[in-house]
């Protein structure tokens, strides 16, 4: 008795790869996630160490104001006549003026300094997540 032999259904390929993760590869997301971490923590490290040294900054500055203000007062307790006490009191108002204006001055240069510097890691990686997206671009470019 013959065998009847069944055709083989020939193979037919896919139209196209189908794939969970059709935008992006799930290793490249992890990578990329890690990536802005460490960014990141350059950025909060650079914005924590701005802000202690605008603090140190600060506080130095309140120890100095404080001894002139103490130096103002015996100014005054030593003073023999009111002409006496009227300069030191001038003095004192004409060198707080300077000094605040002087000092906020130098704080905003510090602020500037830390803003650039907590931002010049994120500048960095958004220059190369656009390098990579126009990598991704052309090679899509080129498969199309």
């Known amino acids: 008795m013959a065998k009847s032999v069944k055709p083989k259904a020939a193979k037919t390929k896919p139209l196209h790869h189908t794939t969970p993760f059709p935008l ?3 290793g ?5 996630g890690a990536r802005n971490v ?3 923590s350059r950025a909060a490290s650079a914005c924590l160490s701005g802000a202690a040294q605008l603090n140190w900054e ?7 104001r404080w001894l002139k ?3 103002c007062a015996q100014g ?3 003073a023999k006549t009111s002409r006496s006490a009227f300069h030191s009191q001038a003095e004192f108002v004409e060198d707080a003026l300077r000094d605040y204006a002087d000092e906020a ?7 500037a300094d ?9 500048g960095k990686r958004a220059e190369e997540m656009l390098n990579e997206l126009d990598e991704h671009a052309a090679e899509a470019g080129e498969a199309a």
């Not at 001055?105 to 602020?111: G, I, P, T, V």
């Not at 830390?114 to 994120?122: K, M, R």
């Open 69 to 71: 203000d103490i130096a």
């Open 58 to 64: 600060m506080m130095n500055f309140m120890g100095r």
């Open 105 to 111: 001055s130098k704080l905003l240069h510090m602020a």
């Open 28 to 32: 490249d997301f992890a990578e990329t």
């Open 38 to 40: 460490e960014f990141a």
């Open 76 to 78: 005054f307790m030593t």
């Open 24 to 26: 992006f590869d799930p």
């Open 114 to 122: 830390i803003a650039n510097s907590t931002l010049e890691p994120v």
